[in-house]
């Protein structure tokens, strides 16, 4: 029997092709997460519940029928985490918030149910900023998550859970949901891979709602071929989303696979400018340009392209946002689910009181401010001066990227202007939002777009690099996002995620 270190530290693909040789067995898998998460966790507590009992159920059955001789889908009895922002029937959901703490949702979300019909253990449910409202996952209700690369700083966010538990090897996939750069973001800063799909490939239903127009939930992954086999299996149209996309998909995993054959010959790519100037540092930059001349070298051709309205997307972002969070957010009042706290003796015992109360008490302070500022740009007499006006804005984005995509096959830039900061440093909001500067556009778009590790800066962080690609053209998105890691990979002699030194598999290692 392999030792648990090893075993998790293998690939998603790899771990489905061993299962399918016989192997290894689904509950070794699991088994192995299992002692890594509970190594890991008093360190980088990615995870707010566990589901340990039900992923090995799951991972007895797919044994046993796999032993009966049934074929099984390719990710059957691989293990595989979920942000808390996606509800699982049974398994507490709580967005990281107060105010849903306790909540045992009735149903599954859509990805969830297709990961289940798949065959995966699903091991628990990730930490991350409070109803997805954050860039460092420092703003849970109940505990902060760590970045594995060093312990001293945010994972990112908000779906830095995800991300810390793919980057430490306590589960090979996880998703999340992208809203601003959710997925992409801490993806960069945990050295994996993050994918947002085009708005509406993936079905939004039992995803908490954070801004309904963007919100997408994705993969997280160490490799793009992991990445685009979860993608594979929980893509596609689902009648419980009304902007689900109905159409029949092609393969993202054949799509990864090709990409490995690095032929980028007559690829059109454009550089955004706007997205690698002021206020990004020299050495994301300068790992952006290393895959910039990795693309050449494949037979790319690569051309600087300007966006007039690129570096606009961070203040209509913070105008639909906030407004849509207010509108989503007014369902949480007390009455229905949930939490409630009612007034004091000596306050009147109203329905408006204890909805008061009960937000005061179970809101933090980020889902307050933009709250606060959702209802402000859609009151009278604003509504046309900001949200009006910040729609038309995006509007000529979405042009403006229309425009691009007649020249250009896909569009790269940095994903993150920085490598992860340290917890605390950042105390400034607007500081804050600015990490998701160059993420935010393609969600404002509908926009499939992917995170993948560029290098690392000198404190040994990693840093990525974003691919863009026209809407419904993910699997381009993938091919490209596969050639540049295999190029990437062939430049350092081992993919960045294998550069992590883990003191907790460490520790397994050594029983």
């Known amino acids: 029997m392999a030792k648990a270190s090893e075993l998790v530290t293998l690939t998603a693909a790899q771990m489905a092709d061993k299962l399918k040789k016989g192997d290894i067995s689904s509950r070794e898998l699991v088994e192995a997460e299992l002692q890594t998460i509970d190594s890991a966790e008093p360190t980088l507590q990615a995870f707010l519940a566990r589901s340990s009992e039900e992923a090995l159920a799951v991972a007895d059955d797919i044994d046993t029928r796999r032993a009966k001789g049934e074929e099984l889908p390719s990710l059957a009895g691989v293990p595989v985490a ?15 918030s107060k105010i849903l703490e306790g909540w045992i949702p009735p149903y599954d979300a859509t990805v969830v149910t297709r990961m289940k019909n798949t065959g995966m253990p699903i091991l628990g449910k990730t930490n991350l900023d409070e109803f997805a409202q954050g860039s460092s996952t420092e703003n849970s209700a109940f505990h902060n998550t760590y970045n594995p690369w060093d312990i001293t700083r945010v994972p990112g966010g908000s779906g830095g859970g995800s991300a810390t538990s793919v980057a430490s090897f306590e589960t090979p996939l996880a998703l999340g949901t992208d809203t601003g750069g959710s997925i992409r973001q801490p993806a960069a800063f945990t050295g994996t891979v993050g994918v947002k799909p085009t708005y509406g490939r993936v079905s939004r239903y039992g995803a908490i709602a954070m801004a309904s127009s963007m919100d997408q939930i994705g993969p997280c992954a160490r490799t793009v071929e992991d990445a685009a086999m979860l993608y594979d299996v929980i893509a596609g149209y689902d009648d419980h989303d009304s902007t689900s996309i109905r159409e029949i998909l092609p393969s993202m995993t054949a799509a990864a696979l090709q990409g490995k054959n690095q032929d980028l010959k007559g690829l059109r790519v454009g550089i955004i400018k706007e997205a690698t100037g002021d206020g990004f540092e020299e050495e994301v930059k300068n790992n952006f340009s290393e895959g910039i001349k990795l693309l050449q070298n494949m037979g790319a051709n690569v051309e600087e392209v300007s966006f007039r309205h690129f ?25 229905r689910y949930g939490l409630r706290v009612m007034p004091p003796a000596d306050v009147p015992q109203t329905a408006a009181n204890m909805m008061a109360y009960t937000r005061e008490a179970g809101f933090g302070a980020e889902v307050k401010r933009r709250i606060i500022l959702g209802t402000y740009a859609l009151s009278a007499g604003k509504y046309e ?42 105390e400034d909001p607007a500081t804050m939002y600015r990490n998701d500067i160059a993420t935010i556009p393609a969600n404002l778009a509908g926009l499939p777009a992917i995170s993948i590790p560029s290098g690392l800066d000198h404190n040994n962080l990693p840093v990525g690099f974003q691919i863009l690609a026209a809407q419904k053209n993910d699997e381009l998105m993938f091919r490209v996002a596969s050639a540049l890691e295999t190029a990437f990979n062939k430049k350092w002699g081992a993919p960045l995620w294998a550069q992590l030194k883990t003191p907790w598999l460490d520790s397994l290692s050594e029983e």
């Open 311 to 335: 570096l606009h997307g961070i203040q209509v972002y913070y105008v639909v946002m906030p407004a849509e969070v207010s509108s989503n957010l007014a369902r949480y009042d007390g009455m």
């Open 385 to 426: 001066e900001w949200y009006g006006k910040a729609q038309r804005v995006r509007t000529v984005m979405i042009q403006d990227f229309n425009k691009a995509f007649k020249d250009f096959d896909v569009l790269v830039c940095p994903t993150a202007p920085t490598s992860a900061f340290k917890i605390g440093e950042v």
């Open 82 to 96: 979920v942000k808390d922002m996606i509800v699982t029937k049974g398994i507490e959901t709580t967005a990281a």
